[in-house]
């Protein structure tokens, strides 16, 4: 990794009226120093006293004056201001009279000359000046700045630094004398050009850092470096960082420095040629050579750099072994690792890895086909200390086949099932183990895998960018505090904490473990744990702070959460095709039924189930499974269970033991279900419910349940259940203490009527008989106000319960059912029917009380309808006659119409058609018109020939033969039809030939017994004015049809020849021309 130089942190402890102390850290060690604040006073006697009174020196404000320099010391920095550019002598003096004294920092100003003698190291400046150490010191040339840092008067600077302002000749010079007089324990050497204008050449001298054997690391930066021989760094033996950043440097011949070759473990060289690696062949020791441009050479095991990036190449191992073909390999030099990438090759085996030279290896053959790992043996291998081998298929992990210092163990989604003890004990040295996506099979008697993976459920992990977003669900303190104990991950993914830290921090208290508890379950609901242990059995992880394990001779699966303060229901997300006891005894599971909150899924599985010492008050349905054959819910809340639990109980088959004791049971005839299966299952602990009402003080009859109704506006009534069990008598009753008393005794065998003596019956209010077999009413408690009898075998109710009844009904608006019995409706017992219809509004439905064989409701019938007399036969028979007598009337005063409406419907033929006599003529119907007139001939062959009738009509358009005598054919048609149809419009009156053809008719028809003729009268015939005396006459004289009545063509058809369907003979072809 980069490296930075950290500042001195200085921190003044005020003393007893002294000079300050002040702490300064030097190379990681602190020290406590006394920090020099002023010059003393007797300065210029002590001047005076060397060079003579006739030389200058004043002293003013800590700034010392003389004729060759200035002297000032503030705030710990003392400047040397050389005024006099000829050096004659030393003239510098003690400026305290003490030798413990420290300064932060010195710096010299004034020289003009490259040459000069006050070009000096820092340790001569601190002889003459007396003072022990100081942080910084700086000398100030024309074209250079040197520096030193950490300078000890006997020892010497730590690193000294020189900074070309500008190119001069002199430099050169300058900077070797400089490091020579540099004494040895020197560390760090850097010569730097701070001119980006100009690249200044630079000249080594050979013997530049003869005894400089304590040196560690030379930089030269943005130089052209020249004179660098073999020689030059023959002394350098501890030498490991050589430095050239943005220099020219033609010359590389003092890479053969053997001296070199030995020491040199870094090499920077951003040069402007190419480097040809092979000149570092011999360096044993070199780790890093971080090059711009070069030429390369295959048996480096140095890492090979581009400047300023952060990952290497990388050729050779120091087992000679190099980057196998299958796989890349890099080194990151920022975190030291070599990084060896196998992944996605389709691996069977792990070939032989290259050992870095520095740092550790990284193995990654993730998503390959490797069915077990490789021996120690295998080169390479052994020294690795990160391995990842997700996506494989390994079935098995041995300590054998694991590297011997591994730190970080990815083997998520292979086929391992379990681990060693050996191998649990080598995980407890790695620190970072991903086991996800292994389907781990732990077995009862395997303790040290189950401690395993419960401390490893104890890591609450969370990635690092929803961190922020999951605390600040928590916006009280509890979030604020809870944020100190995550502690980001080695690889910056995710933030860890460990749980029992934060249990032990919050001292195992309820409130806390609560928060706990819902801190794991936000976690997996909304972020999901990034290394989860997924168990075989539960193909999911164990439950939240439970342990899961196998019964290794049953292969049963044991889920226990025994007291752990859960609140929530463990979850269990899949189902579970395996055998599965789930125990969460004394926990806080309250009647948490929310499936947003927890998933119930994997509850189908469980065969039995513990959860005594709870707080239920509710037993959810859904955690009932179809295998259950055990349940314990004892000392719980629990009031009662919901119908849909006790008829899933009830059908179980194969259901073993229900354990329901200590539960504050409510006796509530509500629950009946419940209590009649707490009586079946645990009888004693539903005797216990009872007693605890302190209802009655004797015991429930053995086939019957008794429990308490309540009702807002009566007493507690105790209920008697004994419906559904075939019984043949009422048993023996508890009597209440207090309250009331309702017995329902449904869907029995009873036949004969409770005795008044039967104990307890006497306190009954409510009485429940229906579906027995009673016939008879004995013996009615006094203070009954409800009784139902429905679908019994009653006929009749005697006298006594009558009055008892019609009494109970005025005084206390009893109620009564009295359906589906076969009521006997005669008028013997015609007082019963008088009963219940003075009592209907008191009887349940009334109206649906039936009279047995008729069905009739026996509040519809009268009592005349059961009891009638002689009146009531004479007036039937006199309004029967009366409605004959006005039927008759109707009858001919509409015959016509009636007739008519008969004959179209076909109703009553015999009677609405008439007989005919000339049944042998040809056609039906002679249609009579004049020639203006024939589109009035098509309505008449549609609805006559066409129609439901079928008649044959004859007109001279179609029947008559051409050349014929008109007057021949008009008799001929007229003596051939039974019918004669006259279309009279204002054209026929007008026409000739029809009035000749009405006149024919009208003299072929006045012999006949029937009306033949049929005129219709159309519209546009205003009178009869045209016609003759005689035609006009029978117009006045005959009724005619009218073509715009409503009826005409009903009219029209009865007027036809009445011809039953069934005689008709003839074929219509007759008609047809």
Known sequence: MGWVRKPRELLSIPTGGGEPFRTRKSNGIIHCSKQLENIRKDYCEIYFSELGENRSCSITDNIVTTEDYQMSLAISTLQINWKNPVFHRWNIYKISNETDYELVKITVHGIRSEVDMRISPGVHYLGLLGIRQIGDYNIYLPSLVITETDVHYANGPQNVTFKNAYDSPLNSMVINNYIRKTMNNTKQIEINNTNTFEIPTLTMEENVFHGKNNMSGVTFTRLNVEGLTAKTFENLTSLSRLIFDNVVLKDLSFLRSSTLQESLTYCFMNVANVVDLKNFDKFTNLETIEVNRYKPFANLTAFICQPYKSRCPFTLGINKVACPLECNCQYNRYNSHLEIDCGWNNLTTIPSLPVPKKG????????????????????????????????????SLSVSQLPESLSYLDIRHNNITTLSPQVVEYLHSVNTFFGYGNKWIVYCDEYYLQDFFRNKAKLLRVKTYQFDDMMNIFEDTYGVYLRKF?????????????????????????????????????????????????????????????????????????????????????RLPYPIPYNVTLYLDTNRITDSTNTEDIIFTGYASIQKLHMSQNLLTELPLHLMSEKITYLDVRNNLLNYLDDGVVAFLENRENFTKVELSGNPWECNCTKKSFLSYLRKHEPMEYETVLRRVNITQDKCPADCICCVYTSNSES?????????????????????????????????????????LLPGYSSVTRLYLANNRLSDIDHLPEKLIHLDISNNNFATLNGRAQGFLQKRMNSSQMKLSLLGNPWTCSCKEKDFLVFVKAQARNIANPSAVQCSGTGRSLIEIEQTDICPSVHIYFTSLAVSLLILALSLNVFVCFRRPIMIWFYEH?????????????????????????????????????????????????????????????PDCINRSVQGSRRIIILMTKNFLQSTWGRLEFRLALHATSKDRCKRLI??????????????????????????????????????????????HSKRSRSDAETKV
Not at 365 to 385: D, R
């Open 360 to 395: 550790h290896s990284h193995l990654v053959v993730h998503v390959n086909l490797l069915t077990e790992l490789p021996y120690n043996s295998l080169e390479g291998y052994k020294s690795i200390q990160s391995l990842y081998v997700s996506h494989n298929q390994l079935t």
């Open 486 to 570: 995550f502690v980001e991950h080695i690889d910056h993914f995710y933030l860890e904490a460990n749980e029992d830290e934060l249990i032990r921090a919050f001292d195992s208290s309820y409130k806390y473990l609560k928060r706990m508890e819902l801190l794991n379950n936000f976690i997996w609901v909304f972020l999901r744990k990034i290394d989860e242990i997924i168990l075989h059995h539960l193909n999911a992880p164990c439950p939240y702070r439970c342990s899961c394990c196998v019964e290794r001779q049953t292969g049963e699966v044991i889920i226990n959460c025994r007291n752990l303060t859960l609140e929530f229901y463990p």
């Open 716 to 756: 507690l009534t105790l209920m008697i259940d004994c419906s559904g069990k075939d019984l043949h008598e009422i048993p023996p009753l508890p009597t209440p203490t207090h309250g009331q008393t309702t017995l329902i005794f449904e869907r029995n065998n009873l036949e004969k009527w409770p005795s008044s």
């Open 906 to 966: 076909e109703i009553c033929l015999s009677l609405a058609a008439r007989r005919e006599l000339d049944e042998e003529k040809k056609f039906d119907a002679f249609l009579s018109f004049t020639h203006k007139d024939e589109e009035l001939v098509e309505e008449f062959v549609d609805r006559l020939e066409n129609g439901k009738h079928k008649f044959r009509l004859c007109f001279y358009l179609r029947d008559w033969l051409v050349g014929e005598c008109i």
């Open 1015 to 1060: 005129v219709v009268l159309y519209p546009d015939v205003e009178n009869f004015d045209d016609l003759d005396s005689e035609l006009r006459t029978y117009m006045v004289l005959n009724t005619y049809l009218e073509r715009n009545h409503p009826n005409f063509w009903s009219k029209l058809i009865y007027s036809m020849p009445h011809t039953m």
